[in-house]
């Protein structure tokens, strides 16, 4: 399969990882991707930011362990 | 009336507040969480004191809520012309490139260790169009798995990923604009 992914197709994958375990395949064209475009990478951390908060939310909206006031 | 029953009034604002977050409708929020507070009043030694009362009605309303959005699957599954604009049009060129490049957001705990950042995350959740809004908080509140949001609401899984990419990109947008970019929500 062809390794070679646009942004745009990278970015999809990126998001579709929050809610699908993503091939081998798919991970290394990630990998390569990143390994040349700052612009993805920088998506990347993003993303992974919007999880962490995503996580911290959840936890301080259901039993009120969130930042004090 | 018992203090019990006090308690358990007083979080009823908050309770509706999370209900209709998820489900967009009024009518089915009140609903979902009159149940909800029906079986607390009813049933009170169900609540052994374990957890905080909050998490105990949470826990009940997430089921009260699956329950409407399965009743009322058709009309959660309406899309709006905000739920049908591609945004991957937006931000990228026909070539696949970027229009904009992503900024630089900081390490997370600057923002993560803030409660206003999450008061701003919760606002751009309810801007999102209703039923990309609907399906991202199945998924992230509601913890449901895509084949089961599949499930309950009778949509196709090419549906559900087309509407969880659109609402976690306008969700980034929104954090964009109202928090790293330091303008505010309203």
Redesign the interface.
């Known amino acids: 399969m062809e390794l070679k992914r646009?942004?745009?197709?990278v970015?999809?994958l990126v998001?579709?990882s929050?809610?699908?375990e993503l091939t081998a395949t798919e991970r290394l064209a990630l990998q390569m991707h990143w390994g040349i475009c700052a612009?993805c990478r920088?998506?990347r951390?993003?993303?992974?930011?919007?999880r962490?908060?995503?996580a911290?939310?959840?936890r301080?909206?259901?039993?009120?362990s969130?930042?004090?006031? | 009336m018992s203090e019990f029953a006090r308690q358990v009034e007083t979080l009823r604002p908050q309770l509706l507040r999370y209900a209709r977050t998820q489900l967009r409708n009024d009518a089915w929020a009140e609903d979902a969480v009159s149940e909800v507070l029906l079986v607390a009043l009813e049933k009170p030694q169900a609540f052994a004191g374990q957890s905080q009362l909050k998490t105990w009605l949470i826990g009940i309303l997430k089921h009260k809520v699956v329950d409407q959005l399965r009743r009322h699957s058709r009309e959660c599954t309406i899309l709006s012309d905000d739920d049908e604009t591609d945004v991957d049009e937006l931000l990228f060129k026909a070539d696949g490139h970027w229009r904009e490049a992503p900024q630089e957001w900081g390490s997370p705990e600057q923002s993560l260790n803030q409660r206003q950042f999450f008061e701003v995350l919760e606002l751009c959740m309810e801007h999102l169009p209703a039923t990309q809004g609907r399906v991202f908080m199945m998924r992230e509140w509601l913890e449901l798995s895509t084949d089961e949001i599949c499930k309950e609401l009778a949509i196709t899984a090419t549906n559900l990923w087309v509407l969880l990419h659109r609402a976690r990109l306008r969700l980034r947008d929104c954090l964009q604009q109202g928090w790293f970019s330091g303008r505010p929500v309203t």
């Open positions: 646009s942004c745009r197709e970015t999809r998001l579709e929050e809610d699908r612009t920088k998506f951390d993003q993303a992974q930011l919007m962490d908060a995503m911290r939310w959840r301080y909206r259901d039993d009120d969130g930042p004090a006031a």
